[in-house]
């Protein structure tokens, strides 16, 4: 889904407001500016690349669960392989017929403000993601008919046609207290976020922190082993470099190649992770001057990925020609290769003009990124206009069909299924709708309705061929490697593939 690293933004005076960093973040974490925390209470100083735009998960994108999974769960665990498992709110799952799946829901469970986890939480959760207009997951579940609870720990889901992954998607589905829900609202919610998770809400400074602490009624086995956590961000990686460099954060997150070697040389630990999290760009095939094929793969053939994975990363990101191949070192198996000489024969002497939309500061290096895709594009004779807009206006106008030409920004797919991209960005009733096609239409149904992973793979291939290869609707670029500093003293945090982060036994 979008994202995916997604991370929104809304500008912020951040020279000013981080140099608060002495008074706002040492207050919530017992230390002074500049220095490192001590034995004792520990908060840990979470540094991120920008502002999440809400923490809704109903709504949001997926970037900012690094904030709201603090407080919030999803309905299903996944383990170290982002296979699902038994070790959360819902305990277990069975395909009782082809369209019917029945799940048990943990008894005994409690959100943070007292109402039942039970199971017409879950059913509630579940409706709202397939009927609330907003939802992020709202593609993923149109085919499900009926949600019902007929008793405290079981959830029954009837769907339309035989659906393999329901208990997947239910991975990235995050459970959240009907009555409360209901009575704020979605930005009331986002304002002060209730779930069943190991944290609870503490509060924010509009536009500079958010902060949770240690829920001491956590249910789980895993309970946070710190006092809680304080989010800030900052839009420059220079920034954030500096802030880690300085012990005024305890971790700080999304640095660049260069910043990242910058604070490998001063001693500082540097994690890299190899990330399911896919750069793309997306062709809209509904509007000028992409709803010409000829164009479409012009535009296809002049984009070399490998030039900007060695160019702007120095090889720290992972060149993918491939939409569908979800999981980290998956390949297609046909794809894309780039030739800028046939890309200028196919455009010839029309000089179409093409507007590149991205999320500005958003993804690691994406104005160079950016860039680099419109110098191609002008090379092979396109007239390139750029327009960099934060993420959560360009999800609206994505979501709204608002963006012609080219949009850039990055798929997650927050489970790893390949039908998480195809449901999500392939379908005519997807995220982007950019490729609207019966034959996708009735293929990815088809993958769907397959008896496993296994058996829908073949499918999932056609797939990646007609979107990718043969209507070169889509142009990924690479796979990201996420790099995170932690300060001296600081271990326990876990980062995941699916850009999931376990706070819990962060220590100092």
Not at 92 to 114: E, H, L, M, Q
Not at 260 to 287: C, H, P, Q, Y
Request: with cysteine; charged share 20%; proline share 6%.
């Amino acid at each position: 889904m979008l994202m995916s690293s997604l991370r929104s933004r809304r500008p912020l005076a951040l020279v000013a407001s981080l140099a608060l960093a002495g008074a706002g973040l040492a207050a919530c974490g017992d230390s002074k500016p500049g220095t490192a925390q001590s034995a004792g209470p520990f908060t840990v100083r979470a540094l991120l690349a920008a502002q999440p735009a809400t923490l809704d998960p109903i709504v949001g994108a997926r970037s900012a669960q690094i904030v709201w999974a603090t407080m919030l769960e999803p309905l299903i665990n996944t383990d170290a392989g982002l296979k699902a498992v038994d070790t959360g709110l819902i305990t277990s799952w069975t395909r009782t017929d082809a369209t019917t799946w029945t799940f048990k829901v943990r008894p005994d469970i409690s959100f943070s403000n007292g109402e039942k986890a039970d199971a017409a939480a879950v059913a509630n959760t579940l409706t709202l993601t397939r009927d609330t207009a907003a939802s992020q997951l709202k593609s993923y579940f149109t085919n499900v008919a009926d949600i019902a609870a007929p008793d405290a720990t079981t959830v029954v889901v009837k769907t339309k046609t035989s659906q393999y992954n329901l208990a997947d998607l239910l991975t990235t589905v995050y459970l959240v207290p009907p009555k409360y829900y209901q009575e704020k609202g979605s930005a009331g919610f986002a304002a002060a976020p209730i779930g069943t998770g190991p944290y609870v809400w503490a509060g924010s400074n509009a536009g500079r922190d958010m902060s949770v602490k240690k829920n001491p009624d956590y249910w789980g086995p895993k309970k946070a082993i710190n006092d809680g956590i304080t989010f800030t961000w900052a839009n420059e990686a220079a920034q954030r470099l500096a802030l880690i460099q300085s012990k005024s954060v305890d971790v700080s997150f999304d640095l660049p190649p260069a910043q990242a070697t910058t604070a490998k040389k001063a001693g500082i630990t540097v994690t890299s992770t190899e990330t399911a999290i896919k750069i793309i760009a997306f062709l809209d095939s509904t509007k000028p001057p992409f709803d010409d094929p000829k164009l479409r793969e012009a535009a296809a053939l002049a984009i070399d990925r490998d030039a900007i994975v060695k160019g702007i990363f120095d090889g720290q990101a992972v060149a993918d020609a491939g939409l569908l191949n979800v999981s980290p070192g998956q390949k297609p198996a046909q794809s894309v290769t780039a030739d800028p000489a046939k890309a200028k024969e196919l455009v010839g002497a029309a000089a179409p003009a093409v507007q590149i939309h991205y999320p500005a500061a958003q993804y690691t290096n994406i104005e160079e990124v950016s860039q680099a895709v419109g110098g191609a594009l002008e090379k092979a004779g396109f007239k390139v206009t750029y327009v960099p807009i934060d993420y959560g206006t360009l999800v609206k106008r994505v979501v709204g069909r608002q963006v012609p030409g080219i949009s850039i920004f990055a798929g997650v797919p927050n489970v790893a299924v390949p039908d998480f991209f195809a449901s999500g960005f392939m379908k005519t009733k997807s995220i982007t709708g950019n490729c609207p096609d019966p034959k996708i239409d009735d293929l990815a149904q088809k993958a769907l309705e397959q008896t496993d992973a296994a058996a829908a793979a073949p499918m999932y291939e056609e797939l990646n061929t007609i979107g990718v290869v043969e209507k070169h609707c889509y142009v990924p670029l690479y796979r990201q490697v996420f790099n995170y500093a932690t300060a001296g003293g600081v271990k326990g945090l876990v980062f995941g593939p699916l850009n999931t982060v376990d706070f819990t036994q962060t220590t100092h």
